[in-house]
């Protein structure tokens, strides 16, 4: 079990810091977290999908919150209502292998006219294997591989602003801690 000890704390001395919840996405997530999930919760999210999350992201749904407090506007619960991906939540879109191991974007694949039509580069299939942790804000979203070669590690879907689909190299317990100790 992966340990993350002093998460809370260290969330209630940032909250302490900016009562006025300034920094970038805090109004949203007012640096709370939700109670962790329940691990029969857990373990029915991971029947239903046919994927086990990777070992730091269940440790920290188990142990310290099932969302709330987090990079930008905060992590999403499983399976949350306000996530914009309907699409992942259908039978074998966990399950599918991630697309990528390294950086993805239209422009790459397309040189000569540096297009594809939008409903292609928005396709779903693009994000297969990934799971939607957290808003960055603008149509940007922080996806964890949950299925595949980048299994564990974070990637940003940016295509909302053509920035593409690429890796950021942290896996979810290195991309939380970042955030969470930046002063």
Same mark, same amino acid.
């Given at each position: 079990?992966?340990?993350?000890?002093?998460?809370?704390?260290?969330?209630?001395?940032?909250?302490?810091?900016?009562?006025?919840?300034?920094?970038?996405?805090?109004?949203?997530?007012?640096?709370? /977290?939700?109670?962790?999930?329940?691990?029969?919760?857990?373990?029915?999210?991971?029947?239903?999908?046919?994927?086990?999350?990777?070992?730091?992201?269940?440790?920290?749904?188990?142990?310290?919150?099932?969302? *709330?407090?987090?990079?930008?506007?905060?992590?999403?619960?499983?399976?949350?209502?306000?996530?914009?991906?309907?699409?992942?939540?259908?039978?074998?879109?966990?399950?599918?292998?991630?697309?990528?191991?390294? *950086?993805?974007?239209?422009?790459?694949?397309?040189?000569?006219?540096?297009?594809?039509?939008?409903?292609?580069?928005?396709?779903?299939?693009?994000?297969?294997?990934?799971?939607?942790?957290?808003?960055?804000?603008?149509?940007?979203?922080?996806?964890?591989?949950?299925?595949?070669?980048?299994?564990?590690?974070?990637?940003?879907?940016?295509?909302?602003?053509?920035?593409?689909?690429?890796?950021?190299?942290?896996?979810?317990?290195?991309?939380? /801690?970042?955030?969470?100790?930046?002063?």
């Amino acid at each position: 079990m992966v340990s993350w000890d002093g998460v809370r704390e260290r969330l209630a001395e940032l909250a302490a810091a900016d009562p006025g919840f300034e920094r970038f996405g805090a109004n949203r997530h007012e640096y709370r /977290l939700g109670p962790p999930l329940p691990r029969a919760e857990l373990a029915e999210f991971e029947a239903r999908h046919g994927v086990t999350l990777p070992e730091d992201y269940r440790d920290f749904l188990l142990t310290v919150g099932g969302h *709330g407090a987090g990079p930008y506007y905060g992590l999403y619960s499983l399976g949350a209502p306000e996530c914009p991906d309907e699409d992942e939540w259908r039978a074998g879109f966990l399950s599918t292998p991630f697309p990528h191991t390294s *950086g993805w974007n239209r422009a790459e694949h397309h040189p000569v006219d540096n297009e594809i039509p939008d409903d292609r580069y928005f396709d779903q299939r693009w994000i297969t294997g990934s799971l939607n942790v957290a808003h960055f804000g603008c149509g940007a979203y922080f996806r964890l591989v949950v299925a595949g070669p980048e299994r564990g590690r974070v990637w940003f879907d940016d295509r909302a602003s053509d920035g593409g689909i690429s890796p950021s190299d942290l896996h979810f317990r290195e991309w939380y /801690l970042e955030w969470l100790n930046q002063p």
